[in-house]
């Protein structure tokens, strides 16, 4: 029997419409609205394509939003001086601000990344936000790995005492994904229906050995390496929960990390790509966005 599709699609319009209550709520409070500023550098199709559609969702639920475009030429010095300048408020109040990935090569990522408040890095990449959390009181959490914590949530699947494993270690993704699976449960509220932690995790990567051994004990595998085709149907257990993170594009076409077809037959629920993981990825930065501008506001 196919496995069931989870519908990242739905669930982040579900997600947009109960956010789009609240920021109503924040906009009356406070007398503005919250506001996302996007740096875009350089001219890649990919990056352009996901900040359209990170304003586009803003849009939606009643953010504000601007992208700041800068030419692929830029310096570490000019992009660091540039979120120093936005988080200043030369580009008006910014909320949450996010510079756009991948950074040209001349870049050093990390600098940049470093040079955004922590109080408005509503992508989660900063070393204070990356160590709250580890210590498990998490502020701005990631947004991919947020959406498929949300994403194991809202299907039911239940993690605690579970075997998740996750394939790709980066910042952004796995690793973040692991702690927050890992984790103890929040004392408040009590959680309802599935935890979406306590799980036992395996976080695989580049030099991991035996990778099908490993992916087949999992109830959830996780891929994130975007690799086309990297998990076939023998690396899955019958029934698995398959969350295909990747996003790459063969012939023309937008495929995950997972041979989708075949695995399909063998797994319990599966993420298709596109529409899986991705949309919850853009919801999950609206709603670090509004938690943002609320951290503002009550700061006075
Ligand atoms: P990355 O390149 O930073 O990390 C890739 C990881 O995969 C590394 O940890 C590496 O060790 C591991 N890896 C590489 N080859 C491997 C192999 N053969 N076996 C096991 N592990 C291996 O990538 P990233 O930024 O984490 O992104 C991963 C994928 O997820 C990409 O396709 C990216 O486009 C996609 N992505 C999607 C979303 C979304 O919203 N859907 C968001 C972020 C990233």
Do not use: W
């Not at 953010?63 to 692929?72: M, R």
């Not at 000019?78 to 988080?87: G, R, S, W, Y």
Request: one cysteine or more.
């Amino acid at each position: 029997m196919a496995a069931e599709l989870l519908d990242g699609r739905s669930l982040a319009t579900r997600i947009e419409d109960g956010l789009r209550a609240e920021v109503g709520t924040y906009a009356t409070l406070f007398g503005r609205r919250p506001r996302l500023v996007v740096v875009l550098v350089g001219g890649m199709a990919a990056s352009a394509s996901y900040v359209k559609s990170k304003a586009a969702a803003a849009t939606r639920v009643g953010i504000d939003s601007e992208v700041v475009a800068v030419p692929g030429t830029a310096t570490t010095e000019e992009l660091v001086a540039l979120v120093t300048a936005i988080a200043r408020g030369d580009h008006g109040a910014a909320d949450g601000i996010l510079v756009q990935l991948p950074l040209p090569l001349q870049v050093d990522k990390t600098a940049v990344l470093d040079a955004v408040p922590p109080d408005r890095d509503v992508d989660g990449f900063h070393p204070e936000n990356a160590g709250l959390l580890s210590q498990g009181r998490p502020r701005f959490i990631p947004c991919t790995a947020a959406g498929v914590q949300r994403m194991l949530i809202d299907a039911g699947v239940e993690t605690a005492g579970r075997r998740v494993v996750i394939v790709g270690r980066s910042d952004i993704v796995g690793r973040p994904l692991a702690l927050l699976l890992s984790a103890k449960p929040p004392r408040a509220p009590a959680p309802v229906g599935a935890s979406g932690c306590d799980a036992t995790v395996t976080l695989c990567h580049s030099r991991s050995t035996d990778l099908p051994s490993l992916s087949r004990q999992a109830d959830v595998l996780v891929a994130a390496v975007g690799r086309p085709g990297l998990i076939t149907a023998d690396m899955v257990r019958p029934g698995a929960t398959v969350i295909d993170v990747g996003v790459n594009r063969v012939d023309g076409r937008l495929v995950g990390d997972v041979d989708f077809e075949p695995v399909r037959t063998i797994a319990g629920r599966i993420t298709p790509v596109p529409g899986g993981v991705g949309p919850l990825t853009v919801a999950m930065l609206l709603a670090n966005t509004l938690l943002a501008a609320e951290l503002r506001s009550r700061q006075g």
